[in-house]
């Protein structure tokens, strides 16, 4: 099952990608399961970035503790939005 992510500011800077499609091995897949796979893709730098980012899935926001019980559905499209800060 193949999904769309989206990389943003921080992110987008460590993968070195504005988007890819990742194939999920398994329906059932959750935000947290998509977030450990790309940490073993792109290392410790992300997983710190990543414990502080937001997710939307299809442009609707995830509150943080629900991400271990969103399911991504094939086709879906998954933005990670960093903090920003600005002045």
Known sequence: MVIKVLYFAG?????RKESEDVDIPVDNW???DLTSLLITKYGDKLKE???MSMYAVDMDYVEKE???STI???NAE???IPPVSGG
């Open 72 to 74: 991504l559905k094939p």
């Open 66 to 68: 629900k991400e271990s």
């Open 49 to 51: 970035l990543l414990s």
């Open 78 to 80: 998954v933005a990670i």
């Open 30 to 32: 959750t935000l947290t």
């Open 11 to 15: 992110v987008k800077d460590i993968t």
